[in-house]
Every structure is written in C-alpha cells, then in structure tokens.
C-alpha cells in the first residue's frame, strides 16, 4: 500500500519559495499518479498540481500556474513540488494524494486519489 507522507512545509515571507517533498512509506510510487491539494482555513480542500506515473504529463490550478512545478523521482521515490513567488494566499496545508495508476491523462480530481498523506503546514506572511 501506498503512503504518501509529506515534508518541507514552513513560514516563508512573499515572494519567497519552497520545496514540499512527498514520499511513500510503504509501496513504491512507480506506478502512481500523484497530486498536490491545499486546505486553507475556511476553506474547501483544492486542486494545485498533479503530475502523470511516468512524470510526462503535469497539470496545475490556474493560481499556481507559473509559480510551481511539480516534478517526480522515481528513483528516488518522491515527488516534489517547488513553489516560487509565494503570496499570502498560497497559505494553506499542503497535501499528496496517490492513486494506482499507469494513465498518460493526468488526474485533478481530488475524488479518485485513494492514498492521503497528513498534510505539511504552509504559511506565507505578507
């Protein structure tokens, strides 16, 4: 089984970045499709990034687009996502989502991710 298990969450000021890492305690994410989703306080759980198995296919939110980019070493069984130009709205917890796949089309739907990691506290202070 999958467990995606998440790092690299913190306080940063605007326009700073970071790099969230997500790796699997259990199964190897070779065969996986991977999301990031953020939860801010408030607020309903969203899409931010997904990235296809093999690491060919990326799709982001249209808030991130341009200011992250999410990208996979299998190798290294772990999937990142890098956060440049961070604003007091990409507050949130961060979350990685799993799914058993070997798709080309990349998954956004938050409800056909079956593996959830805890989540990493992400705080951008203006």
């Known amino acids: 089984q999958v467990q995606p298990v998440e790092s690299g969450g913190g306080l940063v000021q605007a326009g700073g970045s970071l790099r969230l890492s997500c790796t699997s305690s259990g199964r190897i994410f070779g065969t996986t499709a991977v999301g990031w989703f953020r939860q801010a306080p408030g607020k309903e759980r969203e899409f931010v990034a997904a990235?296809?198995?093999?690491?060919?296919?990326?799709r982001y939110a249209g808030s991130v687009e341009g200011r992250f980019t999410i990208s996979r070493d299998n190798a290294e069984n772990t999937v990142y996502l890098q956060m440049n130009s961070l604003k007091p709205e990409d507050t949130a917890v961060y979350f990685c989502a799993a799914k058993d796949s070997v798709s080309w089309l990349v998954e956004i739907d938050q409800s056909r991710y079956g593996y959830w990691g805890q989540g990493t506290q992400v705080t951008v202070s203006s």
């Open positions: 990235i296809t198995y093999d690491g060919s296919d990326t």
